[in-house]
């Protein structure tokens, strides 16, 4: 039985991730501000302050894996500088936090494996498919996952791996219950121009991707976690393809940028913009996706 102990496992990737793991009879430990707290899933939950650059001495006894989740959210709340600061250093913090602990305590982890964000490439729309070679992007985000794998990084004795994940489909929260609601309430359309790429990834198979990434020591370094990049369609064709789902219509017409802009600033950018992003990398390392197409995750999902 292996063990594996998670940072950010309450979170909506985190949970999901956990059922999965105990499926497979792994021993799930969150890292959590207080410890013991109870959830639903019965997860020992061991205490970490990040503020304070503190971690319990036996959180690391007997894991085999470390999984990095940790960070604010991004589309949490309205982008002021404060919040920008707060994003990036939640993510610095709790990284250097781990990557101490591994450095300074003894130990037998054989990988650790981080969350990083296709928002490296920027909120930006180019024609091109971007790779994991493709340069980080000098916007907010681009900054901001740049100075996250910058500390991810620093660790060099031992296995270590960033997912760049795309835009995550669950039915529990995040963005596919927002783009779906106006769908279901029959004014679905396109926002801004329509032509901006969505680099989605089912979330069941963003958490297999994190389990091969712990196991398969083939994984090292920086992988796409984002959906067979044939499949990454406009943000009309999403639409559209939500609508079907649905038996809900199609509105030709499409929310107009300016007014995504009003209602939730610069972080507008991040539905406004978007890229088509390769898959290669993760998919020659032997990845078999449950959830291929879009339509057999909208399926699955709505």
Not at 37 to 45: D, E, I, T, Y
Not at 166 to 173: D, F, R
Not at 205 to 223: H, P, R
């Amino acid at each position: 039985m292996k063990n594996i102990l998670i940072a950010g496992g309450s979170g909506l990737v985190g949970t999901r991730l956990t059922q999965l793991l105990q499926a497979q009879e792994y021993t799930v430990t969150w890292l959590t501000r207080t410890a013991n707290k109870p959830n639903a899933l019965n997860v020992k939950c061991v205490a970490w302050d990040i503020n304070n650059g503190t971690i319990d001495p036996t959180a690391l006894q007997n894991i085999d894996y470390i999984i990095n989740l940790a960070g604010e959210g991004i589309a949490d709340k309205r982008w002021t500088k404060e919040r920008k600061k707060a994003i990036i250093e939640s993510r610095i913090a709790s990284t250097q936090l781990l990557i101490n602990t591994l450095c300074t305590q003894p130990h037998n982890v054989k990988a650790f494996v981080s969350a990083s964000a296709v928002g490296y490439y920027g909120a930006t729309t180019h024609h091109e498919i971007l790779t994991e070679n493709t340069p980080a992007y000098t916007d907010f985000l681009g900054t901001c996952c740049a100075a996250w794998e910058k500390e991810i990084f620093k660790l060099t004795n031992i296995r270590t791996v960033a997912l760049r994940i795309g835009i995550v489909l669950t039915n529990k929260g995040g963005a596919l219950p927002q783009m779906a609601k106006p769908v279901k309430l029959f004014v679905g359309s396109a926002l801004g121009t329509g032509k901006q790429y969505i680099p989605w990834i089912h979330i069941d198979d963003l958490c297999a991707q994190f389990i091969a990434a712990c196991t398969n020591t083939n994984y090292t370094g920086v992988y796409n976690a984002v959906a067979p990049t044939e499949e990454q369609c406009t943000n009309t064709e999403f639409t559209k393809a939500m609508a079907k789902q649905l038996h809900r219509p199609f509105l030709p017409i499409n929310v107009p940028a300016f007014i995504l802009k009003i209602i939730v600033g610069e972080m507008a950018a991040v539905v406004l913009n978007g890229n088509k992003i390769s898959n290669t990398k993760i998919a020659q390392n032997g990845f078999i996706y449950t959830y291929p197409t879009l339509q057999k995750a909208l399926a699955n999902l709505l």
